[in-house]
């Protein structure tokens, strides 16, 4: 299954691109071996309508562009469920074992995800309750992805 990250804004290069590229790096590398294909992130700029709302559907329809029929879409977004990291592997597995194809993980924008998209989605997690800058989340997102792929493969690096 191949799993793409799609993010509204742009990473700067610093200390959080660094981190976040080396997970995306060490989970691109461990997930083939369980059927799991790092595709990349796919960046699109911040909308530029006046309103919240207009935003949220700027950059949502820029998004559908990345889903194909069959694809699961998980979105990043704060009314979504707090998942430990067994319960978010566990779901990428289920997904793959499934017969998805691909999966998306949206990183939305400042004003979040719009409606449509978030009715749309397979699943919304939340990273916690606290507001999280977005390179902050990339990194966070980055190691989980690669914890998921060591959860599914039964490597020691996930301990209970």
Known sequence: MKITVH???RMKTG????LADRYFERFAKSGPAIGL?????AETAEGRA????????????KLQTHLQ???????????GKNLSSEEFAGRIGLWRDGGRKALVIAIGGADGHDQPLRDQADLMVSFGALTWPHQLIRVMLG??????ATILSGHPYHRS
């Not at 200390?15 to 660094?18: F, G, N, Y």
């Open 15 to 18: 200390p959080e691109k660094l």
């Open 143 to 148: 190691e989980q992805l690669y914890r998921a």
């Open 50 to 61: 006046q309103s919240a709302s207009e935003r949220r559907r700027e950059e949502g329809q």
């Open 69 to 79: 029929p069959g694809t699961a879409l998980m979105l990043l977004d704060e009314r």
């Open 7 to 9: 993010a509204v804004g």
């Open 37 to 41: 294909e790092f595709a990349g992130i």
